[in-house]
C-alpha cells in the first residue's frame, strides 16, 4: 500500500492491486473504492465547524458519520473533524484530482 | 504507482463541487419558473403560463445535462434540495424582470465555473460549459426582448392582454 498523506489522526493509503483506498482511522482502518472516497470528501467538507462552536447548533461538539453505505459509523470531535477536513482536502491535492484545497460550496 | 484517482474521475474536484452548486441552480431556477407559471395562470396570464412551464423544464433538463456530465467523468453528483421558492409577484412586468435577474445569476454562475475550469487547467469541463454559455447569452436575449416588447405596448388597457398573447411569439 501507498501512503497518499497523513494526518495526525488519520492515514490515507492507495492499494494498487486491490484497486482501492483505505483509510485508517485509528481505531480500525477501511476500505473504500474511489466513488465511496468521494462521498465521503463531500460529507466531511460539507460539515461546518462554526456549528461546533455554537451550543444551538451543536451541543457536544460532535459529529456522526456513517460511511460507505452505513457500513462504518464514526463518532468524531472538532479536533478530529478538522484533521479529516485536511486528510480529504490534501489527499485529493497529492492525487492530483484537485489544484487548491477547499471548496464544496454547496 | 498507478494513478487509481485518475483512472476514477477525468474532472478535478472544484470542477464537480461548482457543477454540484450548478445543478442546485438550475433545480431552483425550474422550481421559480414553475412558481411563475402557477402565478401566471392564476392571474389570467395563460400564455406566459405555457412560457414558464416550458422554461421550467428546460432548466430541469439543462440540470440533468450537468448531473449526466458528472456521472460520465467518474464524478458525484448529487441530488440537489430546493427551498424558498417565491410565489408572490407585483405584476406580470415583475414576473419578466425576476426572470432576467435569475439568467443573469445563472450566467454569472456559469462563467464563475468556466474561470475556475481554466484555473486548474480542467479542460473537459470548460469545453462541457461552452453549450451553456451560448445558452445563456439566447435565454437573456429572450428574456430582454419580451420587457422590450411589454415597454413598446405599455401595461394600460388591453395592454396586458396583448403582452401575453405575444409571449407565444417566443415558445418556439
Redesign the interface.
Known amino acids: 500500500m501507498n501512503t497518499i498523506y497523513r494526518t495526525t489522526y488519520y492515514t490515507l493509503y492507495q492499494a494498487t492491486s486491490d484497486r482501492c483506498f483505505y483509510i485508517d482511522f485509528g481505531q480500525k482502518v477501511v476500505r473504500i473504492s474511489f466513488c465511496q472516497l468521494l462521498a465521503i470528501r463531500h460529507k466531511v467538507l460539507s460539515i461546518s465547524i462554526e456549528d461546533h462552536f455554537d451550543s444551538e447548533m451543536n451541543k457536544h461538539g460532535l459529529e456522526v458519520l456513517q460511511l460507505c453505505n452505513k457500513k462504518h459509523l464514526f463518532v468524531l470531535n472538532t479536533l478530529e473533524i478538522l484533521d479529516l477536513k485536511e486528510l480529504m482536502e490534501q489527499g485529493f491535492l497529492h492525487m492530483g484530482l484537485s489544484a487548491t484545497p477547499g471548496v464544496l460550496s454547496a | 504507482?498507478?494513478?487509481?484517482?485518475?483512472q476514477?474521475?477525468s474532472i478535478?474536484?472544484?470542477s464537480?463541487?461548482?457543477l454540484?452548486?450548478q445543478?442546485?441552480m438550475e433545480a431552483h431556477a425550474s422550481a421559480t419558473y414553475l412558481a411563475m407559471a402557477s402565478w401566471c395562470d392564476q392571474n389570467g396570464f395563460f400564455t406566459s403560463a405555457k412560457f414558464f412551464r416550458k422554461q421550467s423544464e428546460e432548466e430541469r433538463e439543462h440540470m440533468m445535462k450537468i448531473f449526466d456530465f458528472l456521472i460520465d467523468a467518474?464524478?458525484?453528483p448529487?441530488s440537489?434540495e430546493v427551498t424558498g421558492i417565491n410565489h408572490d409577484y407585483a405584476s406580470i412586468v415583475d414576473v419578466f424582470e425576476s426572470t432576467l435577474d435569475h439568467e443573469i445569476a445563472v450566467t454569472k454562475s456559469i462563467h464563475n465555473i468556466v474561470m475556475k475550469a481554466r484555473?486548474?487547467?480542467d479542460i473537459a469541463t470548460e469545453r462541457f460549459l461552452d453549450w451553456f454559455v451560448m445558452e445563456q447569452v439566447e435565454e437573456e436575449n429572450t428574456i430582454r426582448d419580451i420587457l422590450d416588447m411589454i415597454s413598446v405596448t405599455g401595461t394600460e388597457g388591453v395592454g396586458l392582454q396583448v403582452i401575453d398573447d405575444h409571449v407565444g411569439n417566443w415558445m418556439d
Open positions: 504507482m498507478k494513478d487509481i484517482a485518475r476514477g474521475m478535478k474536484v472544484e464537480m463541487d461548482l454540484n452548486s445543478i442546485k467518474g464524478g458525484s448529487f440537489p484555473e486548474v487547467g
